[in-house]
């Protein structure tokens, strides 16, 4: 008389090994699943970061450019259409070709280039750690002010004449070079 029971057993053991392989495989993918949204969460952490420090480098240029406006600028300082050193004349005010497409579009912001003023230039403001470059700005003369709301505009003294409008354009980058922040501000100078 044979016994078939070390058959069956030995059938046992393969559906067991199979079934093992099978969870081994699933917990694999949830474990890879979990990984792969720690690193995208990370990424999305670090490019909020890297955002905010943009952000920063460019309001403290608007800052710069306002602490520069205070103690440098006048009506009589050299703004040009060409933007040179920063100071800049609207499009929309240069008589040779009026446009209205906006001026931080058009210049170039590398400190070789010389359209804008690099951060602390003008103000002696310490250097910003933790950026690829240091934030530049420009800063546009803007037309003279119209008279306020409920005023006649045929009265002498319905403008200001002693305060200048300006309008700050800055632009801030991150701890990496592709990370970019563009800021503006209109300043007013009595």
């Not at 993918?29 to 920063?56: F, H, K, P, W, Y």
């Not at 499009?91 to 009026?98: D, E, F, K, Y």
């Not at 602390?120 to 470059?133: H, R």
Request: glycine share 6%; with cysteine; proline share 5%.
């Amino acid at each position: 008389m044979r016994l078939y029971l070390p058959m069956a057993r030995h059938r046992a053991r393969g559906f067991s090994l199979v079934t093992i392989l099978v969870m081994m495989v699933v917990l694999m993918s949830l474990a890879l699943a979990g990984m792969n949204s720690g690193i995208v969460q990370e990424r999305m952490a670090g490019n909020a970061r890297d955002r905010n420090t943009a952000l920063q480098a460019a309001e403290a240029a608007l800052r710069d450019a306002e602490a520069d406006i205070e103690a440098n600028l006048t009506a009589a300082s050299a703004f040009v259409a060409a933007c040179t050193g920063g100071l800049c004349l609207p499009p929309s005010m240069t008589s040779s070709s009026p446009t209205s497409q906006p001026l931080w579009q058009t210049i170039d912001w590398s400190a070789s280039a010389g359209q804008s003023r690099a951060y602390g230039s003008a103000t002696a403001a310490t250097a910003l750690p933790g950026v690829s470059s240091q934030p530049r700005y420009i800063v546009e003369m803007l037309p003279p002010l119209a008279p306020a709301s409920g005023t006649s505009a045929n009265l002498a003294n319905s403008v200001d004449d002693s305060a200048l409008a300006f309008r700050i354009t800055a632009r801030g980058v991150g701890q990496r070079a592709s990370t970019v922040v563009i800021l503006q501000s209109t300043y007013i100078k009595r």
